[in-house]
Structures are given as C-alpha cells and as structure tokens.
C-alpha cells in the first residue's frame, strides 16, 4: 500500500502519483542534471546543487524518484486537503 504523503511506502514502495509518471534524468558533462518527467524538461540543476544530487542518485530507484521530486518542487508536504 502507498503513502500519499509524499514518502515512500513501507516496503519501500513510490507514492501512487510517482508510480504512474516517474521522473527521469541525464546529468551532462558539464554536471548539470536535468530533470524530465512526460518528456519534457522540468527543471535543470546545475553547479553545487547539481553536483549534490548527483551523486546521490543511482543507488535506489525509489529514492531517486523521491529525490528528484523533491529537486523539482513537485512533491506533497503533508498538508494539502484531498
């Protein structure tokens, strides 16, 4: 079962609206990393922030998914009414 909090579930699962339109990324060679979901660009790091995530992507998908929501914006805080 999903969390709709925003974090992963308890078997370490992707929240309903990551499970259905996951993000992507590429990071460059310039160390930017940009940030798709649906084919479009969404949001491109770059320097600092871009090198940080960087290299915490790529361990596990799930907290890949989490993390580059959360580098978008597009993540739920908890607080919204349904």
Do not use: C, H
Request: proline share 5%; aromatic share 4%.
């Amino acid at each position: 079962m999903s969390s709709d909090s925003g974090e992963a579930g308890p078997r370490g699962e992707l929240p309903r609206g990551l499970a259905d339109d996951p993000f992507d990324y590429r990071v460059t060679k310039s160390g930017e990393v940009r940030i798709t979901r649906g084919g479009r660009v969404v949001t491109v790091l770059g320097g600092a922030a871009g090198e940080r995530l960087a290299a915490r992507l790529g361990v596990d998908p799930v907290q890949d998914q989490l993390l580059l929501a959360k580098a978008t914006g597009n993540y739920r805080r908890g607080n919204e009414r349904r």
